[in-house]
């Protein structure tokens, strides 16, 4: 979706033409309109939403900004669930072991994850993405802070793997 869209730009720039320009010479929204229109037609016609619009033309008739898009496409998101075939979580041990991570079921408990992620995962492997990653992060040089300093995270991350304590 589009940040546009999102924002509710029609309305906000609608206000800002009718009030910003108040201060100089009154309302300026016909050319604030010649100024956006090409521009924003072309953006909006790279979302299927056609952004507030549907005719993807600018409007500038909104008096007052009064957006509450993107509070409604969290709702949207909170409403449909997390897919529980895909992991919420992939740490840098689960690539550089090649161990997948596993998913939640209906009760949050540890499963195995859905196919489709699973299937991705082996092809990933069969190409060694996950050794070529490990073996790239083993040759990264080592600290040689005494302190640690600059070795910041949690064991299995790659800035610790190669930190010398």
Known sequence: R?????SCFNQM????AKKACKIFSGDCTDDVKDLIKDPLRKWYENFDEKAENKSSEVDLTAEKYDCDKIKKAWEAEEKAGT???VPT????ADLMSDTPPKCKDVSDNPTDCGKEFMDSWKASADQKIFSDYAASVGKL????SASGAGC???EGSAPVINCNH
Do not use: F, H, P, Q
């Open 2 to 6: 589009s940040v546009l869209e999102l």
């Open 13 to 16: 720039a609608s206000v800002a």
């Open 83 to 85: 897919d529980k075939s």
């Open 89 to 92: 979580m992939i740490t840098d």
């Open 141 to 144: 040089t080592k600290s040689t």
């Open 152 to 154: 910041n995270g949690k």
